[in-house]
């Protein structure tokens, strides 16, 4: 069982373009969630995808952000025309609905997100 | 809506002693989980600890232990024996029922002296 793995580890980019980060979550975990830590704050919920199918949105993603999980593996979360704010490590964690631990989220390593 | 409040921004103690840092919640709920994660310096966020709401019992791990107010809506997190691998930042989360997202803290940064 390798963890919960991300890519890019890190991300710098020019205000306007758009970015795409994605995250392998454990093997057959069926749940996985996105959140984003800004510095000095405690991550916050973005969404989460049972397999494949979106169950919640927050009100933080905005229309520039969209997030998929096609065959309820792998996700990747695309952020289109970056703000400056949108600079913050993206975590990803994902959780099984059985096995030893059920429901308990592991993370990611994140990906920082800095807009220039 | 829930909340979680840590309101201690950094803490320090010395190797080998005891430090315990506090967590307040606001929930209606009555099925609910809660718990300490830990979140080294540039490393990702490990579970520390969990606390089922239904059960009276504090939740213990080694050397880390937590004192469960339900009534007060207070969960702190206890260190023992303090080791400088316990530096990090941890923050207190809320999770409703079992499938839910979790609610963070805002954190509280440990340093650890020798």
């Known amino acids: 069982d390798t963890g919960v793995s991300q890519n890019p580890r890190h991300k710098i980019t020019k205000r306007g373009q758009n970015v795409t980060f994605r995250c392998d979550p454990i093997?057959?975990?069926?749940?996985l969630y996105w959140y984003r830590q800004t510095l000095g704050q405690g991550p916050e919920f973005l969404t989460y995808?049972?397999?494949?199918?979106?169950?919640?949105k927050s009100r933080l993603l905005s229309d520039r952000f969209s997030a998929e999980r096609p065959k309820g593996s792998f996700s990747t979360l695309e952020i289109q025309r970056t703000e400056q704010g949108d600079s913050a490590m993206y975590l990803c964690?994902?959780?099984?609905?059985?096995?030893?631990?059920?429901?308990?989220?592991?993370f990611g390593p994140g990906t920082r997100l800095t807009v220039t | 809506a829930q909340t979680v409040t840590q309101s201690q921004p950094e803490m320090s103690v010395q190797e080998a002693e005891t430090v315990t840092l506090s967590c307040t919640y606001d929930?209606?709920?009555?099925?609910?989980?809660l718990f300490w994660y830990k979140q080294p310096p540039s490393r990702q966020m490990i579970l520390v600890i969990r606390?089922?709401?239904?059960?009276?019992q504090n939740a213990t791990e080694n050397r880390f232990s937590v004192n469960f107010q339900k009534a007060a809506k207070s969960f702190s997190l206890k260190i023992s024996d303090s080791q400088l691998g316990d530096a990090a930042m941890y923050f207190c989360?809320?999770?409703?029922?079992?499938?839910?997202?979790?609610?963070f803290g805002t954190g509280t940064r440990l340093q650890v002296f020798p």
């Open positions: 929930t209606s709920e009555s099925d609910y989980y």
């Open positions: 964690a994902s959780s099984s609905l059985g096995g030893a631990a059920p429901y308990e989220q592991y």
């Open positions: 093997s057959e975990h069926n749940r």
């Open positions: 606390q089922e709401a239904y059960k009276q």
């Open positions: 989360a809320y999770r409703r029922g079992e499938t839910d997202k979790l609610i």
């Open positions: 995808f049972q397999n494949e199918a979106q169950l919640e």
